[in-house]
C-alpha cells in the first residue's frame, strides 16, 4: 500500500479505517492458517475429506528438480489413481528455488508442492515458504532423514560414492576406503563433481578434522580430473574418458546400467547420503491435491515407484538393495549454515589455478 495514501486515510478516516484495516488482517491470517490447519488434520475422515476436496480443486502445481525420466513417470501414477492433473515444472534445484522465493516475495501464490534437495528445501523454508504437514506414512520414514523442524519430509535420498568403467577398472582393485585411492596407481584416473562441498564437509567430520584434511589434501595433490554437473563427469565414466569417478550419485548410474553401458557403482567408505525431500506450500491454491499427492509420494506404493526408477526411497517399508550399505546423512540445515566455511576450503584445494 502506497504510504501517503495510507496516512491521508487515517487522517480522514479514522476509526473506521483502522477496523477496515484489522478486519482485513484478520481474514489474511485466517485465510494464511487455513492450509496449516488442514495440513495437520488427523479426523478419522481425513482421507476421504481430502480426496473429495481433491478432485474438486482439479489440479497440482508441482516444482521439481527430479528428472523427466523420474518425474513424469510419478506424476502419472498420480494422475491415473486420483484423476487429478498435475502441473510440472521441472528445472535445476538453483533455479527452482530462485523461483519460488521470488513468488513469494512478491506475494504470487501458484506452487503447492516442492520436491527438491534437502539443502534448497532449507532455503526456502527460511523465507517461511512451508507449513508443516501431516501424513499417516511419516512413522515409516529414515529418522535421520527428517529435520528437526519438520516444515519438509524425505520422500528419497540420494548416496555419493564411486562409479566405475568395467572396462578399464575391476570391481575387486577398487578400495574399501577413499584414502585407498591415494595409492599411486590411481593418478590420471580420478575425477570429481565441482561443486561437491557436501562430500568434503561429510567425510571431514565422519574422520575428524586430522584425518579427514590430510586425506583432502593429498588427494589434492593428485590432481584429479574435475568437472562440473554430476551427471556429465558419470556420462565421461560411462564412456571411459574418466575411469573412476569419486563422487557420483547412485541413481545416476543405474539408467547408463540398465541401457548396457560399461559402468558400475560402489559404496566406498564413507558413503555420504543427503535427503531430498517434499514440501508443502503454505499458501498453495490446491492444498488438498498437495497433501494428497504428498500421502502418495511417501506411501508404499509412492515409495516403491521410485525404487523402481532406481532413487532410492526413503521409507523403511519398501525392501530395497539400493541403500544396503552404511553411511552417514548429512543434515541440510547445518550444511547451509556452514556452506561458506567448507566452500574455502574445496576452492582452494580444487577450484584455484
Known sequence: MDCEFFWSAVKYSGTAFLALCAVSLAHAQAAKTGNEKLYLYRGADREQRILENARGEGVIVLYTSLAPSESVPLTQAFEKKHGIKVELW??????????????????????????????????????????????PHLADLIPAAIPRHRAWFPDRLSYLGVAYNTKLVRREDLPGTYEGFLDPKWRGKLGIEAS???WLAGIVKFWGEDRGMRFFERLAV????????????????????????????SSGVVPYKRAGAPIDWMPVEPVIGQPIGIALAKNAPHPHAALLFA????SPEGQELFNSLGRPPASLKVKTDLNSFDSTMMEPAVELDENEKWEKIWNALFLSK
Open 295 to 298: 500421502d502418495f509420494v511417501l
Open 196 to 198: 561437491d562441498i557436501a
Open 90 to 135: 521441472r528445472s535445476s534445484s538453483e533455479k527452482l528455488t530462485q523461483r519460488a522465493i521470488s513468488e513469494a516475495r512478491a506475494g504470487r501464490f501458484s506452487v503447492d508442492a516442492v520436491e527438491t534437495i534437502g539443502t534448497d528445501l532449507e532455503r526456502m523454508t527460511r523465507e517461511k515458504i512451508f507449513a508443516e504437514f501431516h501424513s
Open 222 to 249: 593428485m590432481k584429479p580430473d574435475v568437472r562440473t554437473g554430476h551427471t556429465l563427469l558419470t556420462q565421461l565414466v560411462a564412456a571411459g574418458e574418466v575411469p573412476v569417478g569419486l563422487t557420483i550419485y
